[in-house]
């Protein structure tokens, strides 16, 4: 019985293969991947920027709120880290995310809207030949 359900499973991975499936994927993935370096660098070199500015200068990534301050003794070195809520960093990801799911938002609307467009049109195409 398990050996069915292995050959089984064999033949539905050997299907999803040969289909192309996995090379809309990968291709999907290095898209992706892209993207992302682009809209990363919108965030952080267009945006981010012009946040700090309209806040007084001080980047967003480094907004934080310290708990504990660090101690420093005299000669110099670090006794104590600072232990701080790094929320900036924090906000930069959340603008970061929402700039990519608009972006995916649109692309998809307009690839939803395309369809339904020729859908229309085969289905207008269909009356008239039934007609």
């Not at 089984?8 to 290095?30: E, H, M, T, Y």
């Not at 301050?69 to 000669?75: C, G, M, N, R």
């Not at 880290?81 to 998809?108: H, K, M, P, W």
């Amino acid at each position: 019985m398990a050996e069915k359900k292995k050959s089984g499973f064999w033949k539905d991975f050997k299907d999803f293969i040969s289909k192309g499936n996995v090379i809309d994927l990968a291709v999907a993935v290095v898209i992706g991947a892209a993207f992302n370096k682009i809209v990363s660098s919108f965030v952080n070199d267009i945006i981010m920027p012009l946040i700090s500015l309209a806040v007084g200068g001080k980047s967003v990534a480094d907004w934080k709120w310290v708990i504990t301050e660090q101690v420093v003794a005299a000669d110099g070195t670090v006794t104590t880290a600072e232990n701080a809520l790094r929320y900036g960093a924090f906000i930069q990801n959340v603008i970061d995310f929402l700039i990519v799911a608009f972006s995916i938002f649109i692309v998809l609307r307009a690839f939803t809207k395309l369809q339904n467009r020729r859908k229309k049109a085969e289905a207008q195409e269909e009356e008239k030949k039934d007609a």
